[in-house]
């Protein structure tokens, strides 16, 4: 139940009996299953139980995206070929960014037929779901939401700037870290009760990773689009305006959330707003 | 192989429409160089410089060697450079590509040809042995302006190696280790610093020390050699866009002023880390107006 830094290789101890008896738990990222329970880790971090929704994963920060299913990604077409645009998931390692290959058919658009599809040159940016992923083959994209079959937001990025933050920045910025966060909380809780002490909220201040939007977003207009293998898009009207926000958001990776909301404040007095 | 990942259109178009307006993406002026970090090695000769995310080392060592025959009075200087996986996975090892012909032909020309180097001071027994230097280059991390920052840590590496002393008597020749004699520096006539000039929207727009997204997109670049005192040993522009005279004219004023502000910053880091040295190794003791046992 305690949180724990694990590494890879190492064998997991068996998870603690739940008052339910029988629940099967789901096993995410940087886990490796072996038959019939033992779980080994493969990617060193934080090993996260979430009881209530019955996960196990484990929570890292990286450069290297390792494309996986249902993840909303930024890529980049590389070409075109008779039936689909072959893509580059880019990575956010910099200065160079280390790349995969993906393939997004013609027709994995909303409303797409052979006439109808939209086209797409060198060079593009689609904002695009992962719809199959696998070890051995390259992953398959899709542009368009998988349960209403509408565009909801996918596809080509016109205009704006693309740059690079880590994966877990990107993973905050989309919201999960808030998630992360409670379920911390309300681990450390359960374990102080256990111990019989008071719990204290030392992460208090802790950033949700998302201050910096939520500031820049008050004041300034501009879209924003953020994909797991740790793309950031950004488009307003005016280059400074793009630039401020990339800055305010490279820069709030290790700040806390009061830190975020001076950080942009500055940076918005700096631009005459 | 994994091919360098070209610049999307949103990207190209961004960062041409900002430079437009005089902005660049990191935030920096157009004629501002990143930061410029420079460290030396435990051991002489090791000379280690970052600017931005580009990163480079340069090691120079020394041998004896035979001199060539046609130049029996001179000592051998040579500037070894390969450009691995290690500072891009686009580059391949072992294929040499003409980037990395250009590159090292470039400093060749800014630091071997223009004499940086006494070759004269090498020699030790006319037409029989010399020193050989050997200046080699590598590239740890590629953003851009690697002749640039190649050029400073070859300059830096040279003046921080000292070699061993030598001693002749009649035909013997005695090579003293380290510890037995203070080391000598080598004889530098000049210290050349590479500015490159990156140009964009027709020669409107001129940059130095462009980071890598800025050199997928330019036009055309230009590198001027020069030292401190302003004597020009290379202007280097292979193809790329026609500028004219008066653009040519100004970035070589704009690459004077650098040159005396990066050579200002190798000589302070020189010292800082000398005076370290006098500390750690009691070198006090070894100089020569010291008495002696």
Redesign the interface.
Known sequence: MSLAVHFPGETLPPLEEDEKKNTTFKVGPGLTHILPSTLIVNRAGELNIDQRKHTIWMESNGKRYVASQNDTIIA?VLRSTSDSYIC?I?SSN??????SQAVLPHLAFPQATKKTRPML?????VFARISLANKHIDPELECYDADSGKAEGFGE??????FGVSLGMARRLLGDAKKTRLLRVKQRRAEAERRGEEYQDAGADMSSGKEVLEELGQNLSFELAVGRNGRV?VHSGD??T??CV??CIQQSEFLTGKEQRQLAKEALKALGQ | MPRELDPTINEKSFILDALNQKLRIDGRDLDVFRELELSFGDDYGLADVRLGKTRVLARVSAEVVKPFTDRPFEGIFTITTELGPMASPAFEPGRQTEQEVLLSRLIEKAIRRSNALDTESLCIVAGQKCWQIRADVHFLSHDGALVDASCIAVVAALQHFRRPDVSIEGEKVTIHTMTERVPVPLSILHVPICVTFSFYLDGEVCLVDATLQEEQLRQGDMTITLNKFGELCQIAKAGGLAINALILLRCAKIALVKAGEIAAIVQRRLEEDAAVRVRRDNLLESKADNERA
Do not use: D
Request: proline content about 11%; charged content about 10%; cysteine-free.
């Open positions: 980049t580059a880019p910099s200065p160079v960014s280390s790349t040159h060198q060079g593009s940016v990025l016109k205009g704006g700037f693309v898009w280059p400074k793009t630039l990339m800055r």
